[in-house]
């Protein structure tokens, strides 16, 4: 189907999600569905009444955190109106039936968050962050080297709700997959790399992008497209060729798609969908936020997701544009958005005072008054021999402003110079960042240019000049990559002073947290009220306590009080031995009291050591506490006791091992404690999640750090979590980003717009933390 390009215009807008709409998937002339932050998909269907329209006719719930990747499942004889598969953050793949509206299938098995699914037939391919297994490099005999660790990531394929089988694919987080027309499989990952897969073996690497490929698209008739972190947008041929290379955005492109008529759509952080035609980018559509995701309709037409919650469909058909009203509101609301977004002189525009301001006098002849004047800053100069504020101009916005920094091969600068170097050369491009070493840039740009490095100071002069650094010091650490000597600077005294560090005021976190307090009269009054309850029921009876076992009870709570003979009391086999029988026998519902004396057991040293030999048998105690209270509709106050008897144990480095051990079902078994209304809940399981980060970073567990890194910023997002456990849940991800392995991850995991909603907080310590994380994710 041909489309003479014509430029997109609003057709309508569909409103419903609460919290950025992420993903789309057309479903054919049935409808689309979206996903979104706000734990949802929700389905929209052609509103007959305005054929320019959509209406919400689904809204599917069941997710527990933000829903990224959908599939569409045609209609069937199991799904009569067709079905929807939707991934999530929560580690979750669901499969919907449309007819009824519930889901049907849960797929359990992905570690961390799903970010692509593709259907191969009736069989589900997923793609997700998660590991596969620890893979040992051996270097060749003879050579004291160390070996190499290499993790590989994995597809997994589903058949009747269950896992088939899984194999391994990138070196990094897979973030897209895709199936070709001819029935191979394309991911893409943050190894920088796409893979064609013809069943499970690999039958061609592309190489060429250089940030994460982050999405991908099958480009009718010719091959592939991929849109990366880079900023690009490349087309593949299916034996590998690049054909073609298509630059525009100014940050992260998110999403890609095309089109039988040869266009191509993309999305972007630099809040805009752009039109390419032939490799030129034909139109760029300005959104109020970050563009998640874009696809085409059948039709040509465009839908596309973006961070205000809103999904906006847009059209070539003049019969379907939008009315004069709406066409208005969203014009209105686009400027409000620039206005908040733009910046004048290091000042926001919507901060700037308007014309009203330019009737208050001057003080002197000459003072200068920036107004704002529609979408632009004016500056006015005071004349005071004629009494009135003279325009000198609009005020152009410089390099911080993020919608105008210059892009040179798809990355942005703060800089980008043309540098003419004579004798009939061409003009080259130098591009620099403010926060670079102006030594550093000249030594490798002078390499990427084969030019003599005689030219060096000349270049680090110039890029001093240009950028207004007149006072600037080089790092005293510098050492000339060839000589060895520190940097020459004409006039400058022999000794540098220090340049200050990044300085964090919350990170990286250092020790472990513990819940080392207790209401211990409290404790033995419940398990005395639980114990009468358990004598008054015959067949219950048989599992409570005599008298010598309270007695014994009472024996420990006593050691437990004096804190003071810590270092050289003494709990006797018998006292740990009640405390175990009580934890295996006593009902559920009657625990946490007795988990909460078992909390207080774990902080003593005598007692940490004892509880160890409970652990190391098969019949672990711990782990199967954890199974007990976390199975179906558990109690709020036995996961409470529980989570702290877990972060306890981090205080002992004896139990490290076991906590490494059995890292990924104690996070599996506490997930829900997310979403808990219970306060002391989510604090307790945010100091789990930070003790983890600390243990995880000095053991350099890379798989480990970023399931946890995951728990940590679903927590994070979440403006109903309580202040206290946000705040941890974001030092535990600035630590792990800082000092762990993870950096990179928390950047695909979109921690820059997490840590910017942080910082808006009210809550001065969350602002804080938010601000070291921004800081953290702007270090090379």
């Not at 992260?252 to 969908?273: F, M, P, T």
């Not at 032939?278 to 300005?286: A, H, K, P, T, Y």
């Not at 000042?347 to 004047?373: F, Y």
């Amino acid at each position: 189907m041909d489309i003479d390009f014509k430029e997109y215009q609003l057709r309508c807008q569909l409103r419903g999600h609460e919290d950025d709409a992420r993903g789309i998937c057309i479903c054919g002339n049935a409808g689309i569905a979206t996903s979104s932050r706000d734990r949802t998909v929700r389905f929209w269907t052609s509103d007959e009444s305005q054929k320019r329209d959509y209406t919400m006719s689904k809204m599917l719930l069941g997710h527990t955190s933000f829903v990224g990747p959908l599939s569409w499942i045609p209609p069937n004889e199991e799904f009569p109106q067709g079905g929807i598969v939707s991934g999530g953050m929560d580690t979750l793949i669901l499969v919907w039936n449309l007819t009824t509206g519930e889901k049907v299938q849960m797929l359990k098995g992905h570690k961390l968050q799903v970010t692509g699914i593709a259907l191969d037939g009736s069989d589900i391919i997923s793609v997700s962050v998660d590991w596969g297994k620890m893979m040992e490099l051996m270097l060749p005999y003879g050579q004291r080297w160390p070996t190499f660790a290499l993790v590989k990531h994995t597809l997994r394929r589903w058949r009747g709700g269950q896992q088939l089988e899984a194999w391994e694919a990138h070196n990094a987080a897979i973030q897209a997959i895709i199936k070709l027309p001819s029935g191979e499989l394309v991911t893409g990952s943050s190894d920088m790399t796409l893979k064609l897969w013809k069943g499970k073996s690999c039958i061609h690497t592309f190489l060429g992008h250089t940030d994460t490929v982050r999405g991908l698209a099958v480009m009718p008739n010719l091959g592939i497209v991929s849109a990366s972190h880079d900023g690009s947008i490349r087309l593949w041929a299916i034996s590998g060729e690049l054909l073609m290379e298509m630059v525009g955005h100014t940050s992260i492109v998110y999403s890609v798609d095309a089109h039988a008529s040869g266009l191509i759509v993309s999305g972007s952080e630099d809040c805009s969908a752009k039109i390419w035609k032939d490799g030129v980018c034909v139109q760029s559509i300005e959104h109020p936020g970050c563009v998640w995701d874009a696809k085409f309709l059948e039709n040509g037409d465009i839908v596309t997701a973006c961070s205000d919650g809103v999904v906006r469909v847009w059209t070539l058909d003049h019969d379907k544009i939008a009315d004069a009203v709406e066409l208005d509101l969203f014009a209105s609301l686009l400027s409000q958005y620039k206005i908040s977004r733009k910046r004048v002189g290091g000042l926001k525009l919507e901060d700037l005072p308007g014309l009203d301001a330019l009737k208050t006098p001057g003080t002197s002849d000459g003072q200068t008054k920036v107004v704002r004047e529609g979408d632009n800053g004016v500056a006015y100069a005071w004349n005071m021999r004629e009494q009135k504020w003279d325009k000198i101009g609009e005020v152009v916005d410089g390099p911080d402003d993020n919608m105008k920094r210059p892009v040179l091969d798809g990355i942005q600068y703060d800089y980008v110079f043309d540098v003419d170097i004579g004798d009939g050369e061409p003009v080259r491009k130098l591009p620099y960042n403010r926060s670079e070493n102006p030594y550093d840039v000249a030594d490798q740009w002078l390499l990427k240019e084969n030019l003599p490095l005689s030219f060096r100071q000349q270049i680090v002069e110039f890029i001093l000049q240009n950028t207004g650094q007149k006072d600037f010091t080089p790092d005293p650490l510098f050492r000339d990559p060839y000589t060895g000597s520190s940097a020459y600077i004409p006039g400058a005294p022999s000794k540098l002073p220090d340049v200050a560090k990044p300085s964090y005021k919350h990170i990286p976190k250092k020790g472990m947290l513990v819940f080392d307090s207790a209401q211990f009269d409290g404790i033995l009054r419940k398990i005395s009220e639980f114990n009468n309850t358990l004598l008054s029921d015959a067949e219950k009876k048989c599992s409570s306590l005599n008298e010598g076992d309270m007695s014994r009870l009472s024996a420990i709570v006593k050691i437990l009080k004096d804190t003071s003979h810590y270092h050289s009391s003494r709990f006797s086999d018998v006292d740990i031995a009640l405390m175990m029988k009580l934890l295996k026998t006593w009902p559920v519902p009657l625990l946490f009291p007795v988990i909460d004396v078992m909390r207080m057991i774990v902080t003593h040293p005598d007692g940490v050591a004892k509880l160890l030999q409970y652990v190391k048998n098969e019949d672990d105690i711990v782990s199967e506490l954890i199974k007990k209270v976390t199975a179906s509709s558990p109690l709020p106050a036995n996961l409470l006791t529980s989570i702290r008897v877990v972060t306890n144990l981090f205080k002992n480095s004896c139990f490290h091992e076991w906590l490494l051990a059995h890292r990924g079902e104690i996070l599996d078994a506490f997930s829900s404690c997310c979403s808990s209304s219970n306060k002391n809940v989510q604090i307790s399981y945010a100091t789990l999640l930070l003790n983890y980060s600390v243990l995880l970073i000095e053991k350099k567990d890379e798989e480990g750090q970023s399931q946890v890194l995951s728990a940590a910023l679903e927590m994070a997002e979440e403006d109903t979590i309580d202040s206290d456990s946000r705040f941890r849940a974001l030092v535990a991800i600035g630590s792990l980003m800082l000092e762990g392995l993870v950096r990179r991850v928390a950047l695909d995991f979109d921690v820059v717009n997490i840590a910017k909603a942080a910082k808006a907080s009210k809550d001065a310590k969350i602002a804080e933390v938010a601000a070291d994380i921004e800081l953290v994710a702007k270090q090379n």
